[in-house]
């Protein structure tokens, strides 16, 4: 199993140019999130998914959005970028439990440093 | 407002040494709590997990208390080793919704 991995490791953007950052987990996990992590923050939840179709905002959601077409995949797309968006973004994911609930560790993916001009 | 409080200054203990680390929360009642080491560059990974009708957990070296009535957890290292040292970050779950408040890391630095 290759877990949770990310795609890009580093990417610089300019101020109001789009992107998506790529999550994906082979474990078979219907829970799936995006956190952000900036010094002295901890990580702030974005969005997250209970499964396939079914997405919600988590404490931090303006200027992202996400999608969640396949339990596998779970992209985090920034529509226009500025340099508040400046952090480091996880993926992570874990096995839901029936009714969406979730009381189960999270596994993370490795990061992905993002630098807007 | 809703906070979860770590000791933001750098923990530097000995080799052999206990470490302990603390996680204060307020205007929670969480489901459970969450222990995660972070590595330089990398994603956290998960540790311990403890409910709220637990008192304590158990892992190897590793052992997490956890005080409702206090609203705090401490997280504790035995024998520390230099291979210890990393941030640590305690996470609450409110209302076993998997949606995690975390806190923002202890680093623990274990000298030789």
């Known amino acids: 199993n290759a877990g949770v991995t990310q795609t890009p490791k580093f990417q610089v953007l300019k101020t109001g140019q789009s992107m998506t950052l790529q999550c994906a987990q082979d474990?078979?996990?219907?829970?799936m999130s995006w956190y952000r992590q900036d010094p002295g923050m901890g990580l702030r939840l974005i969005h997250y998914?209970?499964?396939?179709?079914?997405?919600d905002q988590g404490e931090v959601p303006n200027g992202y959005n996400v999608s969640r077409s396949t339990t596998e995949d779970f992209p985090l797309r920034l529509l226009s970028a500025a340099p508040s968006q400046t952090s480091v973004y996880f993926c992570?994911?874990?096995?839901?439990?029936?009714?969406?609930?979730?009381?189960?560790?999270?596994?993370f993916g490795p990061g992905t440093r993002l630098t807007v001009l | 407002s809703q906070k979860i409080e770590q000791n933001s200054e750098a923990l530097n203990i000995q080799e052999g040494k206990t470490a302990t680390l603390t996680c204060n929360y307020t205007?929670?009642?969480?489901?459970?709590l969450q222990w995660y080491r972070q590595d330089p560059g990398r994603g956290p990974v998960f540790l311990l997990l403890?409910?709220?009708?637990?008192k304590e957990k158990r892992k190897e070296r590793l052992k997490v208390t956890f005080d409702t009535t206090l609203k705090q957890s401490l997280f504790h290292i035995t024998a520390s080793q230099p291979a210890d040292s990393a941030t640590y970050l305690c996470?609450?779950?409110?209302?076993?919704?998997?949606?995690?408040?975390f806190g923002q890391g202890t680093t623990l630095q274990v000298k030789p």
């Open positions: 992570a994911s874990s096995q839901g439990l029936a009714g969406g609930k979730v009381t189960d560790t999270q596994y």
């Open positions: 474990m078979n996990h219907e829970y």
């Open positions: 998914s209970v499964g396939a179709g079914i997405t």
């Open positions: 205007n929670y009642s969480p489901a459970y």
């Open positions: 403890i409910r709220e009708n637990e």
């Open positions: 996470a609450l779950d409110l209302s076993n919704t998997g949606k995690l408040i």
